[in-house]
């Protein structure tokens, strides 16, 4: 039997003549319908509200999101919300677009001084918070962005294979947003994260690695983590460089916070530090930073050579520590490890990065 809230939620949120108050009074009576169903029946529900999210009525729509986010969170599957929250997202976004355009104008130049993001992050409020008197409906928009962006997180960190056609159809309308909000640029990571990339990681001191895929991971401390893991579980079998704790928030498992201290195992470089004689750079020799891979970066910035992202390990400069907080909630992340570096492959992807360093460095003389 299909849920009579739902289908009173599906006919009534563009008529005008509900109220806000009279609508949210529905929506609460839907949720409270909720409590003695099993799953199949409210994933039944969920499937009747998932259009809603594509309505005209973009506030209200962003109020089913909400209730679709509960849904989701005790269970409900995601995958019949990918396209009409795209949808709704989309309204969403186009709506703050005069915003954007304001505060590019006024902002931007001034923000290009600043070197303290929150400093900037006040800058920006206060902005807003001015503008809300000339752009009340587009300033307005930005709670309904909010509530449409947190169903998003969960959906859309879920449903993998959906990221990329959804960053293409909101690309346009989300992008110029993303500047001026978190929360914006959170979604714009989230739909960006790399996901089965290839990888090639090598110890040159110990003539050993291997060549993995990885995904998930929006920036290079989350990276350097798991990558410290997997080493140790997959090639050394050694002494775990992570707890047990850190391992599995890293993976998408568990809280998105653990307290154990990470300490940095290495120098982790891009192949362009591989110099002449097949060599890393002494580790005492920091104006070779520049190869490095800064936790602050991201995943997408390691070079690619031959389809895959190539990073070797070496002795750390200096002692580097960290505590690990996981960014997305609903995002798995992994290396997945498909084989080891025999010798044979050890010196073919050598020489093929010496050979790419080499023909760089040719065409900077000519460049020259």
Same mark, same amino acid.
């Given at each position: 039997?299909?849920?009579? *809230? ?9 008529? %005008? ?5 009279d *609508?949210? @009074? ?40 909400e209730?679709c986010? %509960? ?10 919300? &990918? ?8 309204? %969403? /976004?186009e ?12 902002? @931007?130049?001034?923000?290009? %001084? ?26 307005g928009?930005?709670? =309904?962005?909010?509530?449409?962006? $947190? ?21 346009? !309308? ?35 690695? /291997?060549?993995?895929? /990885? ?5 290079? &401390? +989350? ?13 050394? *079998? ?9 391992a ?14 990470? +300490? ?5 470089? =891009? ?19 520049? +190869? ?13 050579? $031959?389809? $895959? ?13 960290? =505590? ?5 909630q $609903? ?36 460049? !020259?």
């Open positions: 039997m299909q849920n009579p *809230f739902a289908l009173q939620i599906v006919e009534r949120i563009e008529d %005008a003549s509900i109220s806000a108050r *609508f949210r @009074a529905l929506l609460y009576e839907f949720t409270q319908s909720l409590k003695d169903c099993v799953k199949r029946e409210a994933n039944e529900s969920l499937q009747i509200l998932a259009p809603v999210l594509a309505s005209r009525n973009v506030s209200r729509a962003s109020w089913v999101a209730v986010q %509960a849904m989701v969170e005790s269970g409900c599957d995601s995958q019949d919300l &990918v396209r009409p929250l795209a949808s709704g997202l989309k309204r %969403a /976004f709506a703050t677009l005069p915003l954007a355009a304001k505060l590019e104008k006024k902002l @931007a130049p001034k923000l290009a %001084a600043i070197e303290d993001p929150e400093k900037a992050r006040r800058w920006i409020e206060s902005a807003i918070r001015q503008l809300a008197v000339k752009l009340p409906k587009s300033v928009s930005l709670k =309904t962005i909010e509530r449409f962006c $947190h169903l998003a997180f969960q959906v859309y960190g879920q449903q993998v294979g959906s990221r990329p056609k959804v960053w293409k159809y909101l690309e346009s !309308s989300l992008g110029p947003m993303a500047r001026w909000s978190r929360t914006v640029e959170d979604l714009r990571i989230l739909l960006n994260l790399l996901e089965n990339e290839p990888l090639v990681v090598i110890d040159l001191a110990n003539k050993r690695g /291997f060549v993995a895929k /990885f995904g998930g991971m929006p920036d290079n &401390v +989350h990276f350097i983590t798991l990558l410290m893991d997997t080493f140790v579980q997959q090639v050394v *079998f050694g002494k775990p460089l992570v707890s047990y704790d850190v599995q928030c890293a993976k998408g498992i568990g809280p998105c916070h653990v307290s154990d201290e990470v +300490h940095g195992a290495w120098n982790v470089y =891009t192949y362009r530090a591989l110099n002449e004689m097949q060599r890393l750079p002494d580790p005492k020799d920091l104006t070779a930073n520049k +190869h490095w891979l800064w936790n602050d970066q991201t995943p997408n910035q390691i070079p690619v050579l $031959h389809g $895959h992202r190539i990073v070797f390990i070496g002795p750390p400069s200096y002692p580097r520590q960290w =505590t690990f907080t996981r960014k997305f $609903h995002v798995s992340a992994s290396i997945q490890v498909d084989y080891e570096l025999n010798k044979l492959d050890l010196q073919m992807w050598l020489d093929r990065v010496m050979q790419a360093n080499q023909h760089s460095l040719e065409t900077q003389g000519v460049g !020259s």
